[in-house]
């Protein structure tokens, strides 16, 4: 009953380190996401991939780059870590079809120092 | 660019209370209107509005879309703590399936 898991759950980082967060989905969604939740804004779409072996950019993905790996994996990279880029990250699955609710994983606290 | 705007930003009210929640979209080719609840972690869904499904209702929790003013109401009645929450809405549209454009959320607070 895992649905959508996240590694890791925290991280710290110094400035210009790059990491990679991973996720991954069992219930064989074609769709998955990366967001960043910071207050008072929402979740934004960092990127996004509707199905395997298409990446497509959302609304911040300056600094980013991502990887669908398979069906199941859709992993986030930083490349060079910088403070702005510190937040909560969310990864999400869908079906891709015309109408379907994402489910979330539990989310990767990012601390850049 | 599609856009999501919730109102209002907090609210802070006592048990028993009723509440609504507003969001406002824009968006080309709308598809549908989801309500997500956001406890400590990960966003929970609530409700998918669509053009064939525009009231939902669960519990103490009911949702309206209205197409005509481009909007959509969460209401929650006799509220409790465990209510207190960030209530996202997001919708979908254009013509990559799934993609949720969401808004900056509501953070209710309930007070016993």
């Known amino acids: 009953n895992a649905g959508v898991t996240q590694t890791p759950k925290f991280q710290v980082l110094k400035t210009g380190q790059s990491m990679t967060l991973q996720c991954a989905q069992d219930m064989n969604h074609n769709s998955m996401y990366w967001y960043r939740q910071d207050p008072g804004m929402g979740l934004r779409l960092i990127y996004y991939s509707a199905s395997e072996g298409t990446t497509d950019k959302g609304e911040v993905p300056n600094g980013y780059n991502v990887s669908r790996l398979n069906k199941r994996e859709f992993s986030l990279r930083l490349e060079s870590a910088a403070p702005s880029q510190t937040s909560v990250y969310f990864c999400?699955?869908?079906?891709?079809?015309?109408?379907?609710?994402?489910?979330f994983g539990q989310g990767t606290r990012l601390t850049v120092v | 660019e599609d856009k999501v705007v919730q109102s209002p930003l907090s609210l802070v009210v006592h048990e028993g209370d009723t509440v609504t929640l507003n969001c406002s979209y824009e968006v080309t080719n709308f598809r549908s209107l989801l309500w997500y609840k956001q406890e400590k972690k990960a966003p929970t869904f609530l409700f998918m509005l669509t053009s064939s499904g525009i009231e939902k209702k669960s519990g103490r929790l009911s949702s309206i879309l209205d197409k005509k003013e481009l909007s959509s109401i969460l209401n929650i009645t006799a509220t409790q703590t465990g209510d207190s929450a960030i209530y996202l809405c997001a919708v979908t549209g254009g013509t990559s399936y799934g993609k949720l454009t969401f808004g900056q959320g509501t953070i209710l607070t309930v007070h016993p």
């Open positions: 999400a699955s869908s079906e891709k079809r015309e109408i379907s609710e994402a489910f």
